[in-house]
């Protein structure tokens, strides 16, 4: 059986627990250091590691099951929606309206309770665990649908966009009571701790950075154990799956509900770093991204997508800033790029380059 | 003596055509039975009624006189001890020979069982005395999709003993393999029948020759023939549905 944690997994984490590392020690030198991590910067940093935390979602159940969804933007959203909600109660009284009881957004249009769905949402352990159960619960029972009625393929996919869509206008209607079009948002601290300290700013990176290495970990562990080999076995011939006595779509749902809860985990660490969370996040253009960061660091890898969306949200980071008008066309020809070159990725061609870096001597000597 | 398999009034049409046509058969724990009929005659989808794949417009089929598994789907009639064997050899690709094997051995198929699975060492023998029976040993940690076809054909009939099933469907075992390889598998599945029930579809007349056993001709969906080889090939309708052709 395979290991749990091989040479690229092992490289990857060294990596990351270095920067994790340093960072914090970087943040805390002299403005003047050359070295020096503004602030500022800690946070965006943070937000990457989500990003990649929301790849290996993917990757388990793209790359392994073979599960392509389009929706997995709207896990994220919803964990950080529940966590959004526990920063708004965590406001409490220190709103533009001091209202001690409701957030400012229901002040504003008039309401003059607390709706249910909001109890339990001012202790931090509910939304923390909200944060994973409710995306957990939307993937159980839409894959317990999906799949028991053998929906693959493109329409599978079509239906979690669509889902993410159905979501995204559900999200910015007011009466809805998440905040409508603005969102959830002036967050001030999360269990007492004020998210502008820089202390807490490191220490949001450092918990990610943590949570991203339990996800790959977790997302091996499953991979390289026999109910990881029946999920490529679903992929490759799932009829001769089912033949075998395998329940497919029990495997599917287990797959789908899991990577749903990752992605809600990303989400629930992306919003107190960014300071905002709003219905754009259902977007369907994020959920078709973090399939192109996947398949750019090469699927069915795991590290290789979180490699994958560090690369593309650092490269966006960058054009957006500089050539705001390409980035679009960019990601795009990044797309293409790896569809025609690189089908299995940055990952796939590294490990390509140095196996022929490998075996060059050898064939050099063989004639003689 | 009760049948092991017994197909009672089977009917299933497809867009008014008629693939299976009040076919009745029955077939006794531990029997080898070829089942050959030209294209169209219904075999394969036969195979696809007791699996659970295809659901039938009418009839029964019945498993040891009790269970009805028309009602069940493929994993449910899986589990109840029915192996089969496709056309295409399925292997699965990208896993190397011996998961194949390990994949299909008999075991628990629930996703936490096989998430926390373990192999131990009496598995381990069983994968090994597989592969030695298939003869695919020193390929054992290759991947199946670099398997010739005969190869191929080899696993999938090693997976399907793995699975320890009290019945084989086997489709076409012969596809594809030298005639030294043809006569391999009709002796192995000659060797397997007797413990098992064994029921071979085939076009082969030279490998269903070799399997020597009792042959149902299947003609427009139902049976038209039943006995020894040479006892259907010698009659005349047989002749001119079939080896006339």
């Known amino acids: 059986m395979s290991k749990l944690i091989d040479l690229r997994m092992g490289l990857f984490l060294a990596a990351l627990f270095i920067v994790t590392v340093l960072v914090p020690i970087a943040s805390t030198l002299d403005e003047g250091s050359a070295v020096a991590i503004p602030s500022y910067l800690i946070p965006l940093m943070g937000k990457y590691l989500c990003y990649a935390i929301l790849a290996v979602a993917l990757d388990l159940c793209w790359g392994y099951a073979g599960i392509l969804s389009l929706g997995h933007g709207a896990f994220f959203a919803l964990g950080g929606y529940a966590i959004g909600m526990h920063l708004m109660r965590e406001i409490g009284a220190r709103g533009v309206y001091a209202n001690p009881d409701l957030p400012d957004f229901m002040v504003f249009l008039g309401w003059d309770e607390l709706p249910w769905f909001w109890y339990g949402f001012d202790w931090f352990p509910f939304a923390a665990v909200m944060a994973l159960l409710v995306p957990g619960a939307l993937a159980f029972v839409f894959g317990w649908f999906a799949f028991r009625s053998r929906v693959s393929g493109v329409y599978l996919s079509i239906i979690t966009q669509a889902l993410t869509f159905a979501l995204l206008l559900a999200f910015f209607r007011n009466e809805m009571g998440f905040g409508g079009n603005n969102g959830l948002t002036d967050f001030r601290d999360v269990l007492g701790f004020s998210l502008s300290a820089p202390s807490t700013r490191i220490a949001l990176f450092v918990l990610t950075a943590l949570a991203l290495a339990a996800c790959l970990v977790i997302a091996k562990a499953i991979t390289v154990s026999k109910a990881g080999k029946v999920l490529v076995a679903v992929r490759d011939a799932e009829s001769r799956t089912r033949f075998m006595g395998y329940r497919v779509e029990n495997y599917s749902v287990f797959v789908f509900t899991v990577s749903a809860m990752m992605a809600g985990l990303a989400g629930a660490l992306y919003v107190p770093q960014v300071g905002i969370i709003n219905p754009g996040e259902f977007a369907p253009a994020n959920s078709i991204e973090i399939v192109v960061w996947v398949a750019l660091g090469g699927r069915g890898t795991l590290v290789g997508a979180a490699i994958g969306a560090l690369v593309v949200v650092a490269v966006e980071s960058w054009l957006t800033a500089n050539f705001p008008d390409l980035w679009l066309f960019a990601l795009g020809a990044l797309f293409i790029v790896v569809v025609l070159w690189m089908p299995n990725g940055i990952l796939g061609l590294v490990e390509k380059l140095r196996f022929r870096r490998a075996k060059a001597p050898a064939k050099t000597e063989a004639p003689a | ?245």
């Not at chain 2, 005659?41 to 269970?67: F, H």
């Not at chain 2, 690709?93 to 051995?105: C, G, K, Q, Y």
């Not at chain 2, 005395?129 to 695919?136: E, Y």
Request: proline share 2%; with cysteine.
């Open chain 2, 1 to 245: 003596m009760s049948a092991q398999l017994f197909l009672d009034g089977v009917h299933r049409s497809f867009d008014g055509f008629k693939a299976i046509n009040n076919l009745t058969l029955s077939v006794d724990k531990g029997d080898l039975r070829a089942v050959i009929g030209p294209n169209g005659a219904g075999k394969t989808t036969m195979m696809d009624i007791i699996t659970g794949k295809t659901r039938p417009d009418g009839g029964e089929v019945l498993w040891n006189m009790s269970t009805d598994l028309t009602r069940l789907d493929e994993a449910a009639v899986a589990n109840l001890g029915i192996g089969r064997k496709f056309q295409k050899p399925t292997v699965f690709e990208t896993h190397s020979v011996e998961d194949n094997i390990r994949l299909a051995l008999k075991a628990p198929r629930g996703v936490f069982a096989t998430l926390f699975h373990r192999s131990d060492k009496a598995e381990e023998a069983r994968v090994t005395a597989l592969l030695d029976q298939i003869r695919l040993t020193h390929l054992r940690t290759e991947d199946a999709a670099n398997l010739s076809h005969g190869q191929k054909q080899w696993l999938e009939i090693g997976m399907l003993l793995a699975q320890e099933p009290d019945l084989l469907l086997v489709d076409e075992p012969a596809a594809g393999m030298t005639d030294a390889e043809t006569m391999e598998t009709a002796e192995l599945l000659k060797s397997i029948a007797g413990q098992r029930t064994v029921i071979v579809v085939e076009h082969d007349m030279d490998f269903v020759r070799a399997l020597d056993c009792r042959v149902t001709v299947l003609h427009q969906g139902s049976v038209l023939a039943e006995g020894s080889l040479d006892h259907v090939s010698a009659r005349d309708d047989v002749i001119e549905v079939y080896l006339g052709r």
